[in-house]
C-alpha cells in the first residue's frame, strides 16, 4: 500500500506568502530488506480540498500542481529528475542533470512520482473581508 504524508509549507513570493502542499508518496519499505514500491500513481494536476477542511471560511480551497520530483532506480542506487510547470506558458518541463526538455502533461504521471509539489489558489468567500 502507498502512503501518501501531505506536508504545508509558507514560501515567499510576490504575495506575503505562496501557500504550497508538498505530498510524498511513500515508495520505499522495510521488509527485512530495504525495497522501494515502483506502483504507477495517478494523481490530479488540481485538487480541491473543501471536503477535507472543517473549517467554513477557508481561503485556500484548490490546489494546482505545479512540480514532480521523480526517483528512477532502487535503494542502493537511482537518479532524481523533476516536472515542473511554466505556468505563465502552461507547458511543462522535464529537468535531468543538465538537461531541459519540454514535455506532454500527459508524461507528468509516472511510476516514478516521489514529491508532489501544489501551491494553493487563493478562493475568497463571498462576504468575507480578507
Same mark, same amino acid.
Given at each position: ?7 504545508? &509549507?509558507?514560501? @515567499? ?6 501557500? &504550497? %502542499? ?8 522495510h521488509d527485512g530488506w ?16 473543501? $471536503?477535507?477542511? @472543517? ?8 490546489? $494546482?500542481?505545479? %512540480?514532480?520530483? $521523480?526517483?528512477y532506480g532502487t535503494m ?9 510547470? $511554466?505556468?505563465?506558458? %502552461? ?8 538537461? &531541459? ?6 508524461d507528468v504521471s509516472s ?20
Amino acid at each position: 500500500m502507498l502512503m501518501l504524508i501531505l506536508i504545508l &509549507v509558507l514560501l @515567499p513570493s510576490s504575495e506575503p506568502f505562496q501557500i &504550497v %502542499s508538498l505530498i510524498s508518496v511513500h515508495r520505499f519499505y522495510h521488509d527485512g530488506w530495504w525495497r522501494k514500491r515502483q506502483t504507477y500513481v495517478d494523481f490530479p494536476y488540481s485538487m480541491d480540498v473543501h $471536503n477535507f477542511t @472543517p473549517v467554513q471560511d477557508q481561503r485556500y480551497l484548490t490546489y $494546482n500542481l505545479y %512540480s514532480v520530483s $521523480n526517483h528512477y532506480g532502487t535503494m542502493e542506487g537511482g537518479h532524481y529528475t523533476a516536472y515542473c510547470k $511554466n505556468t505563465a506558458y %502552461s507547458k511543462w518541463y522535464k529537468f535531468d542533470d543538465h538537461e &531541459v526538455s519540454e514535455i506532454s502533461s500527459s508524461d507528468v504521471s509516472s511510476g516514478a512520482a516521489y514529491i508532489l509539489f501544489y501551491a494553493a489558489v487563493e478562493y475568497k468567500v463571498p462576504g468575507s473581508k480578507s
